[in-house]
């Protein structure tokens, strides 16, 4: 059975819809097909309902709809996912990728803690797709997991699950997922891993087609195992090793850029931290009243918002949250005012950091004043001001420079 190897993982960008959909996912005219691979009940059906999909970490898990370009309008593949961040699911590749419905889905949804119809923390839709190398090319139960980013923080309401490494046989683990006879329950049983295959963890624990996906964790809630087929003798999933990790982790960490924009913001949280990546690496701390232009923003995996930062001069600085800044706003004055300093620097720009001199030659003259630049923390603001009217631009200037 191949495995996948340390190359990047394939990505497909899926339809963005940034409004999440009803609390209620209910619909008389939606008929699910469950992920089209062979599971099983063995001997007795040992499943248990979970009626409290709320509790941990039953509430990580996520119900997943995939609509493909193949199948006919009003059907979509059943499937479970898990959330490993506040934007990112774990699931497996063929509930994301099917050659006989046309390749990858074009939207997928998914709700955590979903149960018949019910969305206690509403539904996101995926905005990149992601398949194991290889797997798009030849399908095979070694290379069966996948990845969904959203375009909704979800896992900020319901925490997520980390990714455990490796197991043994014998070890217990907890299978919970969303099987399609169970009709839009989440069932769970406990088992041990009864015999690995290469990368493949086999096990006895119950299962049924629309539970691909579905994590096989352990009592830290660590997925160890990606549930992904079956047999009448054993079920069994790709097991987590540390390529997979990286991979999968790999994923987790490509931001969803949000807004691009121009914009000018001065820092509120003093030597709040700026990062050089998307895993928090930190590059500097921002100043407090510093200006700086931010370029766009991005959803971090952690459900936090961030800025693209750079100087005056136009140089990258790093990622920071939205939360340490707030926006330059200008307001219209059109106005003459008297300089009462004679010691006011003048600015050339709002970042405060190159000067056109002193107001000292400009000491009691009446001067022009177009608008007043709200740039720092308690009120601090700089007037744009003119020799007079329709004159030559002296520059920005302290509002407490003029009266």
């Given at each position: 059975?191949?495995s996948?190897?340390?190359?990047?993982?394939?990505?497909?960008?899926?339809?963005?819809?940034?409004?999440?959909?009803?609390?209620?996912?209910?619909?008389?005219?939606?008929s699910?097909?469950?992920?089209?691979?062979?599971?099983?009940?063995?001997?007795?059906?040992?499943?248990?309902?979970?009626?409290?999909?709320?509790?941990?970490?039953?509430?990580?898990?996520?119900?997943?709809?995939?609509?493909?370009?193949?199948?006919?309008?009003?059907?979509?593949?059943?499937g479970?996912?898990t959330?490993?961040?506040?934007?990112?699911?774990?699931?497996?590749?063929?509930?994301?990728?099917?050659?006989?419905?046309?390749?990858?889905?074009?939207?997928?949804?998914?709700?955590?803690?979903?149960?018949?119809?019910?969305?206690?923390?509403g539904?996101?839709?995926?905005?990149?797709?992601?398949t194991?190398?290889?797997?798009?090319?030849?399908?095979?139960?070694?290379?069966?997991?996948?990845?969904?980013?959203?375009?909704?923080?979800?896992?900020t309401?319901?925490?997520?699950?980390?990714?455990?490494?490796?197991?043994?046989?014998?070890e217990?683990?907890?299978?919970?997922?969303?099987?399609?006879?169970?009709?839009?329950?989440?069932?769970?049983?406990?088992?041990p891993?009864?015999?690995?295959?290469?990368?493949?963890?086999?096990?006895?624990?119950?299962?049924?087609?629309?539970?691909?996906?579905?994590?096989?964790?352990d009592?830290?809630a660590?997925?160890?195992?990606?549930?992904?087929?079956?047999?009448?003798?054993?079920?069994?999933?790709?097991?987590?090793?540390?390529?997979?990790s990286s991979?999968?982790?790999?994923?987790?960490?490509?931001?969803t850029?949000?807004q691009?924009?121009?914009?000018?913001?001065?820092?509120?949280?003093n030597?709040?931290?700026?990062?050089?990546?998307?895993?928090?690496?930190?590059?500097?701390?921002?100043?407090?009243?510093?200006?700086?232009?931010?370029?766009r923003?991005?959803?971090?995996?952690?459900?936090?918002?961030?800025?693209?930062?750079?100087?005056?001069?136009?140089?990258?600085?790093?990622?920071?949250?939205?939360?340490?800044?707030?926006?330059?706003?200008?307001?219209?004055?059109?106005?003459?005012?008297?300089?009462?300093?004679?010691t006011?620097?003048?600015?050339?720009?709002?970042?405060?950091?190159?000067?056109?001199?002193?107001?000292?030659?400009?000491y009691?003259?009446?001067?022009?004043?177009t608008?007043?630049?709200?740039?720092?923390?308690?009120?601090?603001?700089?007037?744009?001001?003119?020799?007079?009217?329709?004159?030559?631009?002296?520059?920005?200037?302290?509002?407490?420079?003029l009266r």
């Amino acid at each position: 059975m191949a495995s996948p190897v340390g190359i990047p993982v394939q990505a497909v960008n899926a339809p963005t819809d940034n409004t999440a959909e009803s609390q209620s996912v209910t619909s008389s005219t939606l008929s699910p097909i469950p992920s089209p691979d062979d599971q099983a009940i063995i001997g007795t059906d040992n499943r248990i309902h979970i009626a409290g999909t709320t509790a941990w970490p039953y509430r990580a898990i996520v119900y997943i709809r995939a609509y493909f370009p193949k199948l006919a309008a009003g059907f979509y593949v059943q499937g479970t996912g898990t959330l490993i961040a506040a934007d990112t699911v774990l699931t497996a590749g063929h509930v994301l990728y099917e050659a006989q419905y046309g390749g990858y889905a074009d939207r997928v949804t998914v709700t955590p803690a979903y149960s018949q119809g019910t969305a206690p923390y509403g539904t996101a839709t995926g905005v990149r797709l992601y398949t194991a190398p290889g797997y798009t090319a030849a399908p095979a139960s070694g290379s069966d997991f996948g990845v969904i980013k959203l375009n909704s923080p979800l896992g900020t309401k319901t925490g997520w699950m980390g990714l455990g490494v490796g197991v043994t046989v014998g070890e217990w683990l907890t299978l919970s997922g969303y099987s399609g006879d169970l009709n839009g329950t989440l069932d769970t049983m406990a088992g041990p891993v009864s015999a690995i295959d290469g990368t493949l963890g086999l096990y006895a624990m119950d299962s049924a087609p629309g539970a691909s996906g579905s994590p096989v964790y352990d009592a830290a809630a660590k997925v160890h195992i990606v549930h992904a087929f079956g047999s009448p003798t054993a079920n069994g999933g790709i097991i987590i090793t540390p390529e997979r990790s990286s991979l999968i982790l790999g994923c987790r960490n490509a931001w969803t850029p949000l807004q691009t924009m121009s914009r000018l913001v001065y820092v509120v949280a003093n030597n709040s931290l700026r990062y050089s990546n998307t895993v928090f690496t930190a590059s500097g701390k921002n100043t407090i009243n510093a200006v700086y232009q931010v370029r766009r923003t991005y959803l971090g995996w952690n459900g936090q918002t961030y800025y693209t930062v750079y100087n005056a001069k136009g140089q990258y600085l790093g990622y920071s949250n939205v939360g340490n800044f707030r926006a330059v706003t200008a307001s219209n004055v059109k106005r003459s005012m008297t300089v009462r300093s004679r010691t006011a620097l003048r600015y050339s720009s709002l970042y405060l950091t190159a000067t056109k001199g002193t107001t000292a030659a400009y000491y009691g003259r009446q001067v022009y004043v177009t608008t007043k630049n709200v740039n720092g923390v308690n009120g601090r603001a700089y007037y744009s001001i003119y020799t007079k009217k329709g004159g030559t631009w002296l520059g920005y200037v302290s509002a407490s420079a003029l009266r």
